[in-house]
């Protein structure tokens, strides 16, 4: 009774998408609950769901089985609490990067003069900050995404559904952002949940990691990541965790964990 | 907890009177559905046409009511008016589609094939084509008189050049890649035209000729406008010398829907004519 | 169109050589009185033709009066187009409504309307207008809202997480996205606009303008005002042609990805 709303419960989610073939099955019987202020990370093999998840979270897709609820209420379509770094960067082509960012801001009560200020310093923030007028066909895939990590936090979002959103960069800007995603969802109290391939971002990012399965999409464990481990890339305690995932997303050990 | 949502959940932005007319429907399938929706629209017109003829909100030679035109037109039928007029604007367009369509052909490939031609001949025909037949239609008449051959000619302008482009671009501009193969398989001059130039050049000869069916139907209304005796845009020339907008509208309505049927039975030929472009084949 | 097939290789004189030659040839014909020039005129008629034209004024005022209705038109119809097609590309229940009826009017030859609007509004100015902006509107709208309805998914799916309202999502997502088609809409009907002028100037009353002076040449048996006519009417058109060519390579410069 003391225990706080979750700010994300899942129950029984089924998805099924109905194709001329006949119907296909993407997740089955996901239940997940995630607190506030809690980073979650999502690991799983390609095409097991893990997009489909976020977008039923985020509410854009709502033809589904079972119950999703963001701080207690049902989710009834995208709001202004939750924001989403889509896997493709979806930049609008006809808006600088600076346009881009600030149209997450159309709808918000802020001023002008605060929404260019938030624009700025959230570009600045993904460094940037000399790309505010370029065109998004000028940017590189790396630089797109962060536009578009920025577009998604401008918002100040209590909620940050994130579809692997340091796919396209290179190593070095890669562990930078991942301090800076680590650092703003911890300094803003927000709840995150992120998609990534990458086992080694997961472990390091996550208070949890769910380990998916595919055919159909079902959680198949999901593992605390002790503190030393999200501390500490080198410690062992990190080392452990991560050859255990890899092990568990390795085709012999899903298939026993499929019996 | 019993919030449990059922599937599919309601789309937020759909008014539910219309989802609901849309579900009723499903048993007759979604593209019947579509089909309804799509007709409701004329049809309202249509009623909303009546009702003002009836309640005299339009003066009749503004716009007479639904009836009188459907009288008009089965007095058209009844005295082999209206069968004489179509036939007369048909046989023309078969004509002037016939010649545009030949010459087009001819004249395309041979534009597409020789690159002299291309170079010497094909600029400045270019250049004649890119005006209007509709203007040089003043010009012609000086030289074919207000006859048939004026308004042969006429349609067989119009398709001709749609033709020509598609023709000529098509037969000229085959793929490397395609070129490459006929070399490697060491075909001779005539098997590449017809194992690889024409094939590959048919989809855009057929879109040409489409094209140019179309054009075929509306430059003869406009000839046949211009100067005619007989055919369906005399029909409508004379039904407004007369005031007589029934005899227009049925007019309009009977070229409205042969230039329609006209489009849909030259898109099944094309799609009989390439079976490989559908996938499903008849069974060569 | 047809732009490799006019440009063969850069740096080709033969083409511009062809036209040249298509000139002497018509020009030796009549010294050698191969025609007749009752029915040929000959190239440097028709520039004298020109000139005594111009210094009277007549065919610029012509000129004028038949663009003014044109514009006017046009004007009007593309307005109209663009409106309707985003309406029918906004909402899919009204374009499954009434989109099938736009394009069915499509379908009909465009001057089977002449007689039925010169009835509605009359042989003059107001009729031709009317007949002008139905050729522009039927382009426009099928194209706008082809290009709308066809946004793509991930940027429909953009929109609605970032909450934008049915305007902000018209202005910021599928007005871009549909502008290419819009152009092309807008290009067709330009061309379609300025047939519709010339063709109602023939069709209807006559009033001063192009179309009016192709007549009087066909009727007078004036061969080199029918010639200059043609030749005004097919320049016309190139230039509307290039311009919309421009300028839709300016507006859409840096707005694709
Ligand atoms: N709109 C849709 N219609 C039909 N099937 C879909 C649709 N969207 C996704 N799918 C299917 O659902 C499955 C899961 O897709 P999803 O994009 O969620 O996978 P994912 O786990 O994000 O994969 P990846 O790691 O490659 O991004 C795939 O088999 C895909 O084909
Ligand atoms: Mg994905």
């Not at chain 1, 380990?211 to 959680?219: K, T």
């Not at chain 2, 025909?125 to 239609?137: C, E, P």
């Not at chain 3, 061969?223 to 290039?242: H, K, P, Q, R, T």
Request: charged share 15%.
């Amino acid at each position: 009774m003391t225990e706080p709303t979750p700010a994300l419960q899942i129950r029984a989610l089924s998805k099924v998408f109905a194709l001329r073939e006949g119907a296909l099955e993407v997740l089955r019987d996901i239940t997940l609950t995630v607190d506030p202020g809690e980073f979650v990370t999502i690991v799983g093999a390609s095409g097991c769901g893990k997009s489909t998840l976020l977008r039923l979270i985020l509410g854009l897709d709502r033809d589904f089985r079972g119950e999703i609820r963001v701080d207690g209420v049902p989710v009834t379509g995208p709001a202004a609490d939750r924001a989403i770094v889509f896997q493709d960067h979806r930049l609008l082509p006809w808006l600088t990067a600076e346009a881009n960012v600030a149209a997450a801001l159309l709808n918000s009560p802020l001023d002008a003069e605060t929404r260019a200020r938030e624009v700025r310093e959230h570009l600045d923030l993904v460094g940037l900050s000399k790309f505010a007028k370029a065109w998004p066909r000028q940017l590189s895939g790396g630089m797109a995404q962060r536009v578009a990590i920025a577009r998604a936090l401008v918002g100040r979002p209590r909620f940050l559904l994130l579809d692997e959103p340091l796919g396209a960069l290179d190593a070095l800007t890669r562990l930078r952002m991942q301090e800076e995603l680590k650092r703003i969802v911890a300094h803003e109290g927000a709840t995150a949940l992120l998609v990534t391939h990458d086992v080694d971002e997961a472990v390091y990012l996550g208070h949890r990691v769910v380990v998916m399965q595919p055919h159909p999409g079902r959680i198949a464990t999901i593992l605390e990541v002790p503190p030393e481990a999200r501390a500490d890339r080198s410690s062992p305690a990190f080392v452990a965790l991560r050859d255990r995932i890899l092990g568990l997303l390795g085709v012999g050990a899903i298939e026993a964990l499929a019996v | 907890m019993t919030l449990i949502h059922s599937s599919p959940a309601p789309v937020p932005f759909a008014p539910r009177t219309a989802r609901a007319l849309v579900q009723s429907l499903a048993p007759l399938g979604a593209l019947s559905g579509q089909i309804l929706l799509g007709l409701s629209f004329p049809l309202a017109l249509l009623a909303l046409w009546s009702l003002g003829a009836a309640r005299g909100w339009v003066p009749p030679q503004i716009l007479p009511a639904p009836s009188v035109v459907w009288q008009s037109f089965l007095d058209l039928c009844a005295d082999g008016s209206l069968a004489l007029h179509t036939n007369a604007s048909l046989i023309r367009v078969a004509e002037g589609f016939a010649l545009g369509a030949t010459v087009g052909l001819v004249f395309g490939a041979a534009v597409g094939l020789v690159p002299a031609l291309r170079a010497w001949v094909w600029p400045p025909v270019q250049a004649a084509t890119r005006v209007n037949v509709l203007a040089w239609m003043p010009l012609l008449t000086l030289f074919l008189g207000i006859d048939e051959a004026l308004k042969v000619v006429v349609i067989g302008w119009s398709v001709s050049i749609p033709v020509i482009l598609a023709t000529a671009r098509a037969v000229g501009d085959v793929p490397a890649t395609l070129r490459e193969l006929g070399a490697v398989l060491n075909l001779t001059r005539a098997q590449r035209l017809r194992l690889i130039v024409l094939p590959q050049a048919l989809p855009q000869i057929a879109t040409g000729l489409r094209e140019g069916l179309a054009n075929a139907w509306q430059s003869l209304v406009i000839v046949e406008l211009f100067a005619s005796f007989e055919g369906l845009g005399y029909l409508m020339t004379w039904g407004r010398q007369l005031f007589q907008l029934d005899l227009v509208l049925v007019a309009m309505a009977v070229i409205a829907v042969l230039g329609f049927s006209l489009d849909l039975s030259l898109r099944a030929v094309e799609r009989w004519l390439q079976p490989w472009q559908t996938g499903a084949g008849h069974g060569r | 169109m047809a732009g490799d097939l006019a440009t063969p290789r850069s740096r080709d004189l033969r083409p511009i050589l062809s036209f040249v030659f298509v000139l002497i040839l018509w020009d030796l014909a009549h010294r050698f009185a191969l025609v007749d020039p009752r029915f040929l005129p000959a190239p440097l008629d028709i520039l004298t033709r020109l000139i005594s034209e111009l210094s009277a004024g007549t065919i610029l005022s012509d000129l004028a009066a038949t663009l003014r209705r044109n514009l006017l038109g046009f004007l009007i119809g593309a307005a109209a187009g663009v409106s309707l097609g985003a309406v029918l590309g906004a909402s899919r229940r009204i374009g499954q409504i009434v989109g099938p009826t736009v394009v069915a009017q499509r379908q009909t030859a465009l001057f089977a309307w002449v007689p039925l609007l010169a009835m509605w509004f009359g042989g003059g100015d107001s009729g031709k207008i009317a007949f002008i902006a139905l050729a522009a509107f039927q382009p426009t709208v099928i194209n706008t809202w082809r290009g709308i309805a066809l946004v793509p998914e991930p940027l429909r799916e953009l929109a609605a997480s970032l909450r934008f309202s049915q305007g902000q999502y018209l202005r910021h997502v599928a007005l871009p996205a549909a502008a290419p088609q819009i152009f092309t809409g807008l290009h067709t009907a330009l061309i379609y606009a300025w047939l519709a002028t010339v063709g109602s100037e023939l069709f209807m009353n006559i009033t001063p303008g192009l179309g009016g002076r192709l007549s009087e040449g066909s009727q007078m048996f004036e061969m080199d005002l029918l010639f200059l006519a043609i030749a005004i009417f097919g320049a016309v058109g190139l230039i509307y042609n290039s311009l919309a060519e421009a300028l839709e390579a300016q507006l859409l410069k840096g707005h694709r990805p």
